[in-house]
């Protein structure tokens, strides 16, 4: 029996991450871990929690009992962290908390633990930016601008540390930005999404001339399950879509599915220490491992403006905070279910 231990399980992409496990590993067991802060959405995972194969933790990965949710625990895969660059120009004592320091208490239960591989999960924006041409490969310096990217290029660091190190058995990925089902609307395309349905203007930094790299999360997770079968432990690799767009056409493309007017479209004072553009190389991950992205952009975007649309009640909660007493409502109520395998 093969149990894997997945941080950040109740956010965007560790969510989408179990549901894609439970579907492609029907034998596995999962141990959930989330602290539930403001990204931490236990709606996220409403229908996988009556499952057997489930236990969930309601865990801060800083916290020592961390190493006591590990054991028996064969994987583990780290998506926990605080992500949104905005909060992290704001105030950045979260980010260096939960992404730095919980990094390293994460890894050091797992080497208690003998966990067999750790999957770090990261982002292409360690390496910084691009000018107009070129791509990030995994041999890219690592260049972060922003706090929330120095964060992350730090517990990159003590990862590729506590390989050299401990010998332990970690890979790390860097992924462009994703899009797709259960994405935080503060975040760029669920935001755009939610505003053009209330007609609403949609907020774009400066010109918005600044270009990223987009993948739908489904792709990504894909990915993800491929490496940490086969992927080699001590290497890096990039994920992306080679689907780079500028943030007006996206605004643009989403106005034009949902039936709005580009007059919507509102310019606002762009953010300190904008980074221009990102955009991935993912050659190592297609000649390695073979893996390559099904999702067309504009066939995904349909998808998850469609996917938003139908989930208007968890839309709504969210952009209120009602989603929030979720946990309280239901965990106590299904205490045996939730916290601990089904016997």
């Known amino acids: 029996m093969t149990r894997i231990a997945i941080t950040g399980a109740a956010g965007f992409i560790g969510s989408n991450f179990v549901h894609l496990t439970l579907k492609a590993h029907p034998s596995w067991e999962l141990v959930l871990i989330d602290q539930l802060t403001y990204a931490g959405n236990l709606r996220n995972l409403e229908s996988a929690l009556g499952n057997g194969r489930l236990r969930f933790v309601r865990l801060d990965i800083c916290d020592a009992a961390i190493a006591d949710t590990l054991a028996g625990c064969d994987y583990v895969v780290h998506f926990a962290a605080e992500s949104h660059v905005d909060r992290s120009i704001e105030n950045a004592d979260s980010f260096v908390r939960t992404n730095v320091t919980g990094t390293w208490n994460l890894i050091e239960a797992s080497r208690r633990a003998g966990i067999r591989r750790f999957l770090h999960v990261s982002t292409d924006e360690v390496y910084g930016t691009l000018a107009d041409t070129g791509r990030f490969t995994e041999s890219s310096p690592i260049a972060p601008r922003s706090p929330y990217a120095a964060t ?95 943030n007006l056409d996206i605004a643009r493309e989403i106005l034009a599915l949902t039936g709005q007017d580009e007059k919507l479209i509102h310019f606002v004072p762009d953010r300190p220490g904008h980074d221009f553009r990102y955009a991935i190389d993912a050659g190592k991950i297609q000649s390695s491992l073979g893996w390559q992205p099904v999702n067309e952009f504009k066939t995904g975007l349909a998808a998850t403006i469609d996917w938003y649309r139908r989930n208007a009640n968890w839309l709504q909660e969210t952009r209120s905070g009602a989603y929030r007493d979720y946990f309280d409502r239901h965990y106590k109520r299904r205490a045996e279910t939730i916290a601990s395998f089904r016997q």
């Open 152 to 246: 992350k290029a730090a517990s990159d660091l003590l990862v590729q540390s506590a390989m050299h190190t401990h010998r332990f058995p970690a890979i790390i990925t860097r992924c462009c930005n994703n899009y797709g089902p259960f994405q935080f609307p503060e975040k760029f395309i669920p935001l755009m999404i939610s505003q053009a349905f209330s007609g609403q203007p949609l907020p774009v930094y400066g010109s918005g001339d600044n270009v990223r790299d987009w993948i739908h999360v489904e792709d990504h997770c894909r990915a993800l399950d491929l490496i940490l079968q086969r992927g080699e432990d001590g290497e890096v690799y990039n994920v992306g879509a080679d689907c780079e767009r500028r």
